[in-house]
């Protein structure tokens, strides 16, 4: 067993990477469809967001993004996994 073996259990009190943030990022499949969210990507700026976005999701026809900070979402009950909002 490795050093690193024995350590996989201790506790993390720090974010993993730097100091990066997160940003939310929102495609349009297609010109005609609404724009859906289809997840987050964490990057020190918004140009690197987007080259990340852009190697997740190449195939479509606009992507959007915004800071996480800027997103506030408010629901009446939990939502299941696969639900949606």
């Not at 499949?29 to 987050?40: A, I, K, N, R």
């Amino acid at each position: 067993m490795t050093a690193n073996a024995d350590r996989r259990h201790e506790a993390v009190d720090q974010p993993r990477g730097r100091d990066d943030r997160e940003w939310e990022v929102f495609v349009r499949e297609t010109g005609d469809e609404p724009l859906t969210h289809v997840g987050s990507v964490t990057a020190s700026d918004e140009e690197r967001a987007h080259e990340q976005a852009e190697t997740l999701f190449s195939d479509v026809a606009a992507i959007w993004l915004c800071p996480d900070s800027a997103v506030n979402r408010y629901t009446e009950s939990a939502l299941v996994p696969g639900e949606r909002a």
